[in-house]
C-alpha cells in the first residue's frame, strides 16, 4: 500500500480530490488531499503577505507531522512548482513526485511566469487575489461535465498572487526523486516535440528519473476521469 499527498492546483482546496481520494482508500492506501492557505477551507487565511514560503510549509509540516515516509506527491497544475520546492526540501521522504496536467518551475522562476504574468496582473483584485477563470473560455474544460463545472464554481476561491510571484529556489536535491508526469491536454509525442524546442512549460522533463503518462480528459482529471485518474496513480 501506499502513501499520497495531493496537492491542487490554482482555486482549488482538498475537495476537489474527494472522488480520487475516496478510491484510493477504498484501495487500502493512505490519501491526504492538501488545501495550501489562503483557499477553500484555510481562505480566512488569505492576505497580501502570504509567501511561495508558506505553502512550501503546509506540504512539508503535513508530511513531517504526521510522520510520512515514501510518499507519492502529487502536483496538479500550477501547484507544480510548489510541489518541487516542498520534495526539494524533504526529497528523503518522497517517494516519487507525480505532475498531473502539471510540472516543475525551473529553479529561479516563479510560477506566475509560466502562467503568464500580464493574464494574471490585469485580473487581480484588491492587488493580491487571482478570480477564478471563465471555463467557457478555457481550452482545458473539455470533458468536464455541467455538474462538474458548478462545483468548480461555486467553490473555488481566488488564487493569493504572493506564492505565485516569488522565484523559486532548488538546492538540486530533487533532481534525483523520481517523477511522473501524467498528462491530459497533450499527447506524449507532442510533449517530446515541446521538450525537443525547449518550451518552458516541460524545459526541466528531462533525464532517466522521469516517465510520462497519457490520460486524455480535461486539464482537471479529478472531475473529468477520477477513477481512471486514481487507477494510474495505484499503477505507479
Known amino acids: ?24 482508500r477504498a484501495a487500502g ?11 477553500a477551507d484555510r481562505v480566512h487565511l488569505a492576505s497580501p503577505e502570504l509567501s511561495l514560503d508558506d505553502h512550501i510549509s ?18 496538479h497544475s500550477g501547484s507544480g512548482g510548489t510541489v518541487t520546492a516542498a520534495a526539494d526540501r524533504i526529497p528523503e521522504r518522497v517517494a516519487r513526485v507525480v505532475y498531473v496536467d502539471s510540472g516543475p518551475v525551473p529553479d529561479g522562476m516563479a510560477q506566475i511566469d509560466l502562467v503568464g504574468r500580464e493574464t494574471v496582473e490585469v485580473a487581480l ?29 461555486a467553490r473555488a476561491t481566488d488564487q493569493p498572487l504572493g506564492p505565485i510571484n516569488q522565484p523559486i529556489f532548488l538546492t538540486g536535491a530533487v533532481d534525483k526523486v ?10 506524449t509525442a507532442q510533449i517530446r516535440d515541446l521538450i525537443a524546442q525547449g518550451h518552458p512549460y516541460f524545459a526541466a522533463v528531462t533525464g532517466t528519473e ?14 473529468s476521469r477520477p477513477a481512471d485518474l486514481s487507477a494510474l496513480l495505484q499503477a505507479l
Open 178 to 187: 523520481p517523477k511522473t508526469l501524467v498528462s491530459c491536454m497533450f499527447s
Open 58 to 75: 503546509d506540504i512539508v509540516n503535513l508530511i513531517t507531522y504526521e510522520d510520512l515516509h515514501d510518499v507519492i506527491l502529487v502536483a
Open 29 to 39: 492506501h493512505v490519501a491526504y488531499p492538501l488545501s495550501l492557505t489562503g483557499l
Open 125 to 153: 483584485v484588491d492587488g493580491y487575489r487571482f478570480p477564478f477563470i471563465s471555463l467557457e473560455s478555457h481550452p482545458g474544460a473539455e470533458g468536464l461535465t455541467q455538474e462538474a463545472r458548478d462545483l468548480m464554481g
Open 210 to 223: 522521469w516517465q510520462i503518462r497519457e490520460l486524455p480528459t480535461s486539464h482537471w482529471p479529478m472531475f
Open 1 to 24: 500500500m501506499s502513501t499520497f499527498v495531493l496537492v491542487p492546483g490554482f482555486w482549488l482546496g482538498a475537495w476537489a480530490w474527494k472522488d480520487v481520494v475516496d478510491d484510493l
